[in-house]
């Protein structure tokens, strides 16, 4: 069993042009999630893994709203607001264990530089990775990954395939077998033909698809840097990601618990709770 991480970073500094029609006035981390904003999740999830220190990096353009957000998440703040709404004191809550540092992103805009950014700030060796507009309602996720990948080996989160959900993923093709496979490459969102290709070619059990949770090394951190400042244009994490794992080990860590995009411009939270979703996407 690998060590759990005792930091998390927490990438929140994309400005939700999928939906585009809402996120101007609200950032897409704070959609409800059974009756909460997705963030609260993804904080919850980090205070399971056992996470000492969780670092959000955040759009400048939403800095107003995160001074909000880092007063009520200080460490006591639901006790002082029971006692101005009058309610009774209820069960603390885990993430005030959590040390939460709100810092804006600095750089390109893209998931580099938000993990290089988290980094620098935690100083730590080995780092999870949370994207917060993807949420798991469990708070399963991190644990999962951290407790089966190999220690001391970058490793990526994924669910099993599927040929209609992966126009909307990373499709890892895997080396292996169990619930622990090795990533051998990746395709981004390939269209509906080309994801029956490669499920055709390579089989179903050899694919899987990435989701939002990722365990980063030293080693993997020097080769996103590098990856960033050869380029002129920010490339897309997960391919950074395929082009470390030709040479290197990356771990891939199957998980069958359903993850929420909040980025999804089909996504509504009905007043029970529940995700609805449009017709093409995989509920």
């Not at 969780?54 to 353009?61: E, Q």
């Not at 909000?68 to 006790?79: F, I, K, S």
């Not at 730590?124 to 996720?141: G, K, R, T, V, Y």
């Not at 029970?272 to 509920?283: I, L, M, S, V, Y």
Request: hydrophobic fraction near 40%; charged fraction near 20%; proline fraction near 8%.
């Amino acid at each position: 069993m690998n060590a759990l991480p005792t930091d998390v970073v927490i990438a929140a500094g994309g400005l939700g042009t999928r939906v585009g029609d809402w996120s101007l006035f609200l950032p897409k981390e704070f959609r409800p999630v059974q009756g909460r904003p997705g963030l609260v999740h993804v904080l919850e999830e980090a205070a399971a893994l056992g996470a000492q220190r969780a670092v959000v990096v955040h759009h400048r353009y939403y800095a107003p709203l995160i001074n909000w957000t880092r007063q009520v998440l200080a460490p006591g703040a639901v006790a002082r607001y029971q006692e101005l709404a009058g309610q009774t004191g209820g069960p603390r809550p885990p993430i005030e264990d959590l040390r939460v540092v709100f810092i804006p992103q600095y750089g390109r805009y893209a998931d580099i530089t938000s993990a290089l950014n988290g980094a620098q700030h935690l100083r730590s060796e080995h780092i999870s990775l949370a994207f917060a507009d993807n949420i798991d309602p469990s708070h399963n996720a991190l644990s999962t990954l951290a407790t089966a990948a190999t220690p001391g080996t970058p490793a990526v989160l994924a669910s099993p395939f599927d040929v209609q959900a992966a126009t909307s993923h990373g499709v890892i093709i895997c080396a292996g077998t169990g619930p622990v496979r090795t990533m051998t490459e990746l395709i981004e969102k390939p269209n509906p033909a080309l994801a029956a290709q490669l499920a055709a070619h390579h089989g179903p059990d050899k694919l899987r698809l990435l989701q939002g949770r990722l365990h980063l090394t030293p080693e993997l951190l020097r080769h996103l840097a590098t990856t960033l400042h050869r380029t002129s244009t920010e490339p897309k994490l997960s391919l950074a990601l395929a082009a470390y794992a030709r040479r290197n080990r990356v771990d891939v860590v199957t998980s069958t618990s359903p993850m929420i995009d909040l980025g999804a411009p089909d996504y509504v939270e009905t007043p029970a709770g529940n995700r609805e979703t449009g017709p093409d996407t995989r509920r």
